[in-house]
């Protein structure tokens, strides 16, 4: 597509429902980020794709996050038994990294975000 | 760890004046810094991007630097709009490779008054 798609935009859910957060990437795109933006808070990473394996995902808050990639291209962040806590916009970016190559600019092109909401 | 900090919080100014954005990292050893834009409810559009072997990088009225042994970047504005109002984030990617995240600093909002 012309840019990184993410769904839903909005999401409101009870505390201890379980969500998952989609995020389709710029077609041809390898390496796929997701990032947490909380209210006043600066942008948090949460985990980061090279085609279908994440080298780092580290900054997965808890054992109720969990994110996967399929075919290369589209993500999906799960969040199981939400908490308050967890109300954030969740922003995904997409660049275009060869597998292997370790020089380039790496520019990353992000998504609109899905604002999530746990009540 | 990296730590990114960037001055002021906010900054409020009549259109047409020059301004400067303030960004510092603790760990020099990066690999590149980003400069990005937000608007309210949209993503983040990257504005310049300064691999850590260049001093700055220039598009249209705004125009980066970088002192990597410093630990700092400035983001130059000149002649300010009020279409310039949005959050301005500084990041940077840490280690010797393109590979892996942005460490983002906490932005500073910026509006211009017509």
């Known amino acids: 597509g012309a840019g990184v798609s993410q769904s839903p935009s909005n999401k409101v859910t009870e505390k201890g429902k379980d969500v998952e957060l989609r995020c389709d990437p710029i077609?041809?795109?390898?390496?796929l980020y997701w990032y947490r933006q909380s209210l006043g808070q600066g942008l948090e990473f949460l985990i980061y794709f090279q085609g279908n394996s994440a080298p780092d995902k580290s900054g997965l808050p808890s054992d109720r996050f969990s994110a996967e990639r399929t075919g290369g291209s589209v993500s999906t962040l799960t969040i199981q038994r939400t908490q308050q806590e967890d109300s954030a916009v969740y922003l995904c970016?997409?660049?275009?990294?060869?597998?292997?190559?370790?020089?380039?600019?790496?520019?990353?092109?992000f998504g609109a975000g899905s604002r999530l909401t746990v009540l | 760890k990296q730590e990114v900090t960037q001055i002021p919080a906010a900054l409020s100014v009549p259109e047409g004046e020059n301004l400067v954005l303030n960004c510092s990292f603790t760990d020099s050893a990066i690999y590149n810094l980003q400069w990005f834009r937000q608007d309210p409810g949209k993503g983040l559009t990257s504005l310049l991007l300064?691999?850590?072997?260049?001093r700055e990088q220039t598009s249209g009225r705004l125009n980066a630097s970088l002192d990597k042994s410093s630990g700092r970047s400035t983001l130059y504005i000149a002649a300010s709009q009020p279409g310039d109002s949005a959050t301005y984030l500084c990041?940077?990617?840490?280690?010797?490779?393109?590979?892996?995240?942005?460490?983002f600093g906490q932005g500073t909002i910026l509006t211009v008054h017509p």
């Open positions: 970016a997409s660049s275009y990294q060869p597998l292997g190559a370790s020089s380039g600019a790496n520019v990353l092109t």
């Open positions: 300064i691999q850590s072997s260049q």
């Open positions: 077609s041809g795109h390898t390496a």
């Open positions: 990041a940077v990617r840490s280690g010797g490779t393109s590979y892996g995240k942005l460490t």
